[in-house]
């Protein structure tokens, strides 16, 4: 808990401590080369007000934890630090007001060490200055995490862009680059709005805002829908006129089967033709009765003979010009209904 109005160069230097630990002060000036030690245990900074990392401020070469956290920090310098570890290099929870280019580059695992590893963590970074955010190419992928950072830029569809020359990225980078970049970006925040403090997921932000649908998908479930519907409706059009082609072929049937408007299922007997005169069927005449309700549809056959109507006089019949007229029935023989 001190007031550091500057930390000279060579201060703390060519020592070799087991613990470092500055926390809970204001440092105003640190310069260059201040702090130079190895360090075998722990080193920490941590809930510190610093207004300046210049070149060079800090040299450490340690075999445990490195650790920057919960410090305002107001500029950050170009190779503000040079670190050797066999652990892991960690910033988490800092506020960073302006990080100049090539800030970390210079931060790079003991040569052989395979745990070293660099942790960026929950940071908040106002203003970044392009290949500000590259780190040391020392450091395998997978030992390298980004997470939770949260950068003072406006999200929108192309926020992405904004980002790609704070990691050097271009059309050149190498595989290992742009899935650094991709990882990045899957957990980085951008500020909802310029006048909201609110931070949200960029990956999030794009996925709900920007993604455009594909128009081929679109149109290819919407070709497969109609296509459906219009086998549905064929088919219940077909089943439709399937039923109708079976009710006429039992209506059909059921005529061919009758010959009576009995309900009772018993034909009526024919009456009988009076008459000497033999007369040929003609069957040219048909009448189709529908079915209605209980009766049946049958045919009925009206035979007939084909004649002149003769002349009749009240005073006067003549035999001869009727020959087969039966004065006593009043009638022609020949007639069939007679």
Sequence with gaps: SCNFLAIRRNAIANARIFSFDISYSKITLMENESIDIDAYEDFKIHHNNITSLVTNSIKIRSTHTVEFSNNDIQEIHTHAFRIKSESQVKFAHNMIHVLKKEAFTEIKPWQGEEAASITFLANTIMKAEPLSCILNKNYPQHEITIQDNRFKVHCDCNVTDYFKPLLGMNENSTHTLKTIFEAAMAKTLCQDSEVSSRFINIKEYINTNCTTPNLA??????????????????????????????????????????????????????????????????????????????????????????ADPISVSDSCLDKDLMPDYDPLQHSRVSCPFN
């Design 217 to 306: 998908v679109i149109s290819s479930v919407t070709i497969a829908v109609i296509l459906l519907l219009l086998i549905i409706v064929v088919f219940i059009v077909c089943q439709i006129k399937v039923k109708k082609a079976q009710d006429q072929a039992n209506f059909i049937g059921d005529a061919c089967s009758t010959s009576s408007f009995s309900t009772s299922g018993t034909p009526p007997p024919q009456p009988p033709v009076s008459s000497s005169y033999t007369m040929p069927m003609d069957f040219s005449k048909q009448i189709v009765v529908p079915d209605v309700k209980t009766y049946q549809q049958t045919e009925v056959l009206f035979p007939y003979e084909k």
